[in-house]
Nanobody
Framework: QVQLVESGGGRVQAGGSLRLSCAASGRTFGSYDMGWFRQAPGKEREFVAHIRRSGGGTYYADSVKGRFTISRDNAKNTVYLQMNSLKPEDTAVYYC??????????????????????WGQGTQVTVSS
């Protein structure tokens, strides 16, 4: 079992930056792959980024590639999402998630919500134009 707590959300103007953090409980954080998803009002929750347990592999949705960076610090049990050049369409609640089956399975598997076993409560990001 792992508990996830996101932080770092807020309101920012278009073109600005935010860094989200997700702190995990437990001593097995380094054995999980981690992902970030987001959900805008009236829309489905969608994949944003994924990072392998070692930090050696990262994957992104096309809509954020080149603007967002996922990273992790296994010593601090934390995964990050650095968001630059933010756009109003990035406005959403952002969730981190843990995948306890950390074997390599490929991009499309990582984009599926059903891949992940544990979810945080989310943090709101609002980008104004």
């Amino acid at each position: 079992q792992v508990q996830l707590v996101e932080s770092g959300g807020g309101r920012v103007q278009a073109g600005g930056s935010l860094r989200l953090s997700c702190a995990a409980s437990g001593r097995t954080f380094g054995s999980y792959d981690m992902g970030w998803f987001r959900q805008a009002p009236g829309k489905e929750r969608e994949f944003v980024a994924h990072i392998r347990r070692s930090g050696g592999g990262t994957y992104y949705a096309d809509s954020v590639k080149g603007r967002f960076t996922i990273s992790r610090d296994n010593a601090k049990n934390t995964v990050y999402l650095q968001m630059n050049s933010l756009k109003p369409e990035d406005t959403a609640v952002y969730y981190c998630a843990a995948d306890q089956d950390a074997s390599y399975r490929g991009y499309y598997y990582y984009t599926a919500k059903s891949t992940y076993d544990y979810w945080g409560q989310g943090t709101q990001v609002t980008v104004s134009s």
